[in-house]
């Protein structure tokens, strides 16, 4: 485990500052900057610890914030039991303004704190997530999804006078509109998906058995946490390994864990020591995955340009060859410059695969194939065969 190589970070350590809206007020001159404190628990109040934090220096934030539940008594089920709800001091705020101030200054901090190109994700309820949006794009966040986080099994409706809550929402957002080379493991996402895209709604029970954290009694550790696939995914879909992962809410370490098991670096921040300790324990026993399980996939978009014409010039399709259509039509044929001639119109694999389709547009390369061995193959298999052997 790192630490943090400066006299200020014992003070942030022992500092126990309630996260309320009522927050101290800025310091009329910067706070020292420390050296990022990489795979650390800085035991504090959050807009304190991230103050000290240096800029750009993290890839992506994981914020799972205080939802300001507004319960006003206790929760009972039909048989009049106890709920066991959450109804810590830390989720307590004396109004909507005191809560928005309290989003407004974290936020601002954190995007501070993002690379150019970082991403945040942020999770919340109908008590909040709309308030957090609002104060994402106040601050100059572009949002680029919501993502609907539906629990296979949620908690029912007790009193009956409500829908079954049964989703949690995230918002996916860059730190604005020109950021634009943020990650995103787009075809990765669509492989594991049995190569359809991924969507923006996410089938994830709540966390329970083996994985849910206990305490010293058997009671839940933390009310709120956040099944290790959710992180998984948010993880896989938006870093790489050795990615830099803040978390300004740590509670039982759900980020931390997904994070020391994928290869990628945290910093978190948690306000309560018995929650920090309970993190601590569950990082220190996870098993890093070896590097073959966890590298990040070439993006499509990141591999060598190979026109049509390099195919041509192999001999993968020779000139004065045809690609046959679909239809029984006659096909297109393969002239020696690498272009299409489907009278009267000669032009690009692109061009040429619209045109006889009447769209606007066409991926040349999966829509016209050519015979090889006896059967008919993509010829994005020819582009793929000259990557492989580095030529093109």
Same mark, same amino acid.
């Given at each position: ?76 089920? +039909?048989?009049? /039991? ?12 004396? /109004? ?35 308030r957090v949006g ?70 994830? +029970? ?45 509670? /039982? ?58 195919v041509v010039e ?10 046959p259509r679909p ?46 061995? /006896? ?18």
């Amino acid at each position: 485990m790192g630490t943090l190589r400066t006299a200020a970070a014992g003070a942030v350590a022992r500092k126990q500052v309630s996260r309320t809206g009522s927050t101290a007020p800025a310091p009329r001159t910067l706070p020292t900057r420390e050296i990022l404190a990489l795979d650390e628990i800085i035991v504090g109040d959050c807009i304190e610890a991230l103050r000290r934090m240096p800029s750009e220096s993290v890839d992506l934030v994981f914020a799972d914030p205080p939802y300001n539940l507004q319960l006003e008594g206790a929760l009972t089920r +039909p048989d009049q /039991s106890l709920v066991d709800a959450v109804d810590d001091d830390w989720d307590k705020f004396a /109004s909507f303004a005191s809560y928005d101030a309290f989003t407004r200054n974290w936020l601002a901090e954190a995007r501070r704190i993002m690379k150019p190109n970082a991403t945040l994700w942020v999770i919340g309820s109908y008590h909040n997530i709309f308030r957090v949006g609002a104060s994402l794009q106040d601050l100059g966040f572009w949002i680029l999804n919501d993502i609907v986080w539906r629990k296979a099994n949620p908690m029912p409706n007790f009193r009956g006078r409500r829908f079954t809550n049964a989703h949690e929402t995230l918002i996916w957002a860059s730190k604005g509109p020109q950021a634009k080379r943020y990650t995103f493991h787009y075809e990765a996402l669509k492989a594991g998906n049995d190569d359809l895209q991924m969507r923006s709604d996410w089938l994830f +029970p709540l966390c329970t058995g083996e994985e849910r954290m206990k305490d010293e009694a058997g009671r839940k550790a933390h009310p709120t946490q956040k099944p290790e696939a959710l992180l998984g995914r948010v993880l896989m879909a938006a870093t790489n390994p050795g990615d830099v992962v803040l978390d300004p809410f740590f509670g /039982s370490g759900t980020t931390g864990a997904v994070a020391r098991r994928l290869g990628r670096r945290f910093v978190g921040i948690e306000r309560d020591e018995t929650y920090a300790a309970v993190a601590r324990r569950r990082i220190a026993a996870v098993e890093p995955l070896a590097n073959p399980a966890i590298a990040a996939p070439p993006a499509k978009r990141a591999e060598r340009r190979i026109p049509f014409l390099d195919v041509v010039e192999a001999g993968l399709v020779g000139p004065g060859g045809r690609l046959p259509r679909p239809s029984r039509r006659p096909g297109a044929l393969v002239r020696a410059g690498g272009t299409l001639h489907v009278p009267p119109a000669v032009g690009s694999i692109h061009k040429i695969g619209a045109l006889v389709q009447g769209l606007p547009a066409c991926n040349g390369w999966t829509f016209w194939h050519a015979e090889r061995q /006896s059967r008919r193959v993509a010829i994005d298999s020819f582009r793929a065969e000259l990557r492989a052997r580095g030529e093109g």
